[in-house]
Nanobody, 117 residues
Framework: QVQLEEFGGGLVQAGGSLRLSCAAS????????MGWYRQAPGKQRELVAI???????DYADSVKGRFTISRDAAKNTVYLQMNSLKPEDTALYFC???????????WGQGTQVTVSS
């Protein structure tokens, strides 16, 4: 089993910043990807950012230039620095890791980010 512990999130005014972190533990041999998804009320879950084992990084177009994902491989931890936050960034943010050759998905419980206007 894989355990994901998320930190960060909260309430911030538009233009502010937050930092999310997610630490993975358990059966995490060969973490192929670590990242963040989000889901706003009434909307589908969407990719925010992901960093792959070999280095490639993907961002949602809506967060490019504002969010930065990084990883501490030694700590099996992924970070999401969110700057210039907008009300439309309000959502439940989920940590995601992809484990093994088959890239099995594991999810955190989610951490709420609320941006007030």
């Amino acid at each position: 089993q894989v355990q994901l512990e998320e930190f960060g999130g909260g309430l911030v005014q538009a233009g502010g910043s937050l930092r999310l972190s997610c630490a993975a533990s358990g059966s995490i041999f060969r973490l192929n990807g670590m990242g963040w998804y989000r889901q706003a009320p009434g909307k589908q879950r969407e990719l925010v950012a992901i960093i792959y084992r070999d280095g490639p990084i993907d961002y949602a177009d809506s967060v490019k230039g504002r969010f930065t994902i990084s990883r501490d491989a030694a700590k099996n931890t992924v970070y999401l620095q969110m700057n210039s936050l907008k009300p439309e960034d309000t959502a439940l943010y989920f940590c995601n890791v992809k484990v093994g050759i088959s890239r099995v998905n594991y999810w955190g419980q989610g951490t709420q980010v609320t941006v007030s206007s």
